[in-house]
T-cell receptor, first 110, second 115 residues
Framework: KNEVEQSPQNLTAQEGEFITINCSYSVGISALHWLQQHPGGGIVSLFMLSSGKKKHGRLIATINIQEKHSSLHITASHPRDSAVYICAALDRRGAQKLVFGQGTRLTINP | DTEVTQTPKHLVMGMTNKKSLKCEQHMGHRAMYWYKQKAKKPPELMFVYSYEKLSINESVPSRFSPECPNSSLLNLHLHALQPEDSALYLC??????????????FGNGTRLTVT
């Protein structure tokens, strides 16, 4: 079992739909990252959070430390949101090591 | 535009070649990272430099040799690679390594093909 599990692995939706991607982790963490990777490779850090909720534009990230669970929500989804979304936990045991989930491939159809 | 610049964007090399990947950031970050990413897989950590010193080596084969000549530059020297080393190599930086309030900034990667 991976220390960081994401679901779903693949998600296809229509433009405008509300999207939720989930991340569960079993390690003790000091922070959790949500990353976006478009085809071609570059990774963009969307959020880094250690408690509560953060919002940036149409993106919202939440984390529940007690339940070891985080979610990434996209409101009013758009085809340009199509990408792979990766959850990565900053393991408290290894100060500089991120433990990555397997990623969620999101496709938004017009 | 990313604030972490990687060159080259693409590299094709033979198994007997020696080449280098370069990474540069001017954000004053003191931690820099090399990751390797195979297709449809998450990135795998290779090396971490903190304050220009190698702090983590994830048991990477010696045909990969990192170098941090100064706080803005990170190189990855490649020699006698194997075809299975073909991957996307990503550089990242953060203000301080491993701190909860220190987000990672990634470059766009170098896509390496070993023939």
């Amino acid at each position: 079992k991976n220390e960081v599990e994401q679901s779903p692995q693949n998600l296809t939706a229509q433009e405008g739909e509300f999207i939720t991607i989930n991340c569960s982790y079993s390690v003790g963490i000091s922070a959790l990252h949500w990353l976006q990777q478009h085809p071609g490779g570059g990774i963009v850090s969307l959020f880094m959070l250690s408690s509560g909720k953060k919002k940036h534009g149409r993106l919202i990230a939440t984390i529940n430390i007690q339940e070891k669970h985080s979610s990434l929500h996209i409101t009013a989804s758009h085809p340009r949101d199509s990408a792979v979304y990766i959850c990565a936990a900053l393991d408290r045991r290894g100060a500089q090591k991120l433990v990555f989930g397997q990623g969620t491939r999101l496709t938004i159809n017009p | 535009d990313t604030e972490v610049t990687q060159t080259p964007k693409h590299l094709v090399m033979g198994m007997t070649n020696k080449k280098s990947l370069k990474c540069e950031q001017h954000m004053g970050h003191r931690a820099m990272y090399w990751y390797k990413q195979k297709a449809k897989k998450p990135p795998e950590l290779m090396f971490v430099y903190s304050y220009e010193k190698l702090s983590i080596n994830e048991s990477v084969p010696s045909r990969f040799s990192p170098e941090c000549p100064n706080s803005s530059l990170l190189n990855l020297h490649l020699h006698a690679l194997q075809p299975e080393d073909s991957a996307l190599y990503l550089c990242a930086s953060s203000q301080e390594g491993g701190q909860p309030d220190s987000p990672l900034h990634f470059g766009n990667g170098t896509r390496l093909t070993v023939t």
